[in-house]
């Protein structure tokens, strides 16, 4: 995947927004529904995938390992699976462009396949270590010659059979206990994953829906013992993915902040271990009513009527970080407005992911106005209470190639006395294809 060129784009507040809209479909159950296909004996069929870059790695990077897959004029996706076991060799290096979930989660799948794979990624990626997947997958007998760091490019060697472990996560992580079900899918015996503090649990509930003999314990310390037996039989299935939280939760913000506002966002999943942003919004204030509330394919989901509303601080609590994680860019953008002090702790992990988060958001708030203290592990924000500032004119912000700073800061911009421009909305492309049009459909002004 090349490069594309800069492509900057200014948001400046407007009316009130209003519309309904839908997102695109969440990114994590759409690389697992890919992943978990290919491995099914037969058909399987997804509909409302994301098609964005990250996700679309992951179809390749199946492809290239034997599974057929197609889109269909409709829309639908069609997967032809080649059995757990089945995975062969790629031809070339699967390019796994931004998306550090694609390169985790098929570390475990090569794992434990007696194949060779190397993985490569855009600079972005390069710079993320994979250490925290290198060190447990090792242990099961795979062997890898990485970058320094346990950076990209890296080639892993997988081996079968693999020796299942149980292995306690040091650190909470979605994407490492997804790595060890999955290398564990094709390893003889029992692979337990100890996992402390709860992280989304997408991988538990489509392994089960799958036909996966998946278990969730909890041990003498009331740590999550989540065990999977190998060499499984995986069906086919047919899935519908629910409207991804975390790409819902830019509108869904924009609304709270922008006066006047009402909008509903259609069918936004609602898992737990995902929705902690509404609940932190909702400890602020926010005025977000759960309409048609349903469960699609094990996963709760709603449509989400945001009104705008008077936040007021918060002090987050740390339990509710790994169920966020990725939304704290946006829930900064609207401590930012607030009346009060916010403030969030133990988010160490923001500094790894594809930019150093906590740094580009401490900076950027500050050019617009908003007293800003940066720790080691969070940020506290004296809210303007109202819109903000930035009155030594229009502000351009560098979002170094992160999605998720690069949205936040177009949310900031409606929201600001002066125009906010981010000097690259390309990187947007992997994860919310659509975000500049779905805002413009609500009403925000896009230059």
Known sequence: MHQMAPSPAAFKSAGPLSGRVRVPGDKSISHRSLMLSALAVGTSSVEGLLEGEDVLATAAAMRAMGARIERGADGRWTIHG??????????????????????????????????????????????????????????????????????????????????????????ASAQVKSALLLAGLNTPG????????????????????????????????????????????????????????????????????????????????????RAGLFDVLRM???DIELVDAREVGGEPVADLRVRGSSL???????DIAPSMIDEFPILFVAASVAKGRTVARGLE????????????????????????EESKDGLI???????????????????????????????????????????????????FPTFQRLMQSLGATVA
């Open 82 to 171: 080649v059995g757990v076991g089945g995975l062969l060799q790629p031809q070339q290096a699967l390019d796994m462009g931004n998306s550090g979930t694609s390169t985790r989660l098929l570390m475990g799948l090569v794992a434990s396949h007696a194949i060779t794979a190397t993985f490569i990624g855009d600079a972005s990626l390069s710079k993320r270590p994979m250490n925290r997947v290198i060190d447990p997958l090792s242990l099961m007998g795979a062997e890898f010659t990485a970058s320094p760091g346990g950076r990209l490019p890296l080639v892993l060697r997988g081996i079968a059979p693999a020796v299942p472990i149980e292995y306690r996560l040091p650190v």
């Open 190 to 273: 029992i692979t337990r994953v100890v996992e402390p503090v709860p992280t989304r649990d997408h991988s538990e509930r489509m392994l089960r829906g799958f036909g996966a003999e998946l278990t969730v314990d909890q041990d003498g310390t009331g740590a999550r013992v989540i065990s999977i037996r190998g060499e499984a039989e995986l069906r086919p299935q047919h899935i519908v993915v629910p409207g991804d939280p975390s790409s819902a939760a830019f509108p869904v913000v924009a609304a709270l902040l922008v006066p006047g506002s009402d909008v509903i966002v259609e069918n936004v999943g609602l898992n737990p271990t």
């Open 284 to 286: 602020m204030g926010a």
């Open 312 to 318: 007021h601080g918060v002090e987050v609590p740390p």
């Open 349 to 372: 992990e923001l500094r790894v992911k594809e930019s150093d988060r906590l740094a580009l958001m401490a900076r950027g708030l500050a050019r617009l106005g908003v007293r800003v």
């Open 381 to 431: 924000i004296d809210g303007t209470d109202g819109a903000l500032l930035a009155a030594n004119g229009p502000v351009e912000i560098a979002a170094e190639l992160d999605h998720r700073i690069a949205m936040s800061f177009a949310v900031a911009g409606l929201v600001s006395a002066n125009t906010v421009t981010i000097d690259d909305m390309a990187p947007v492309a992997t994860s």
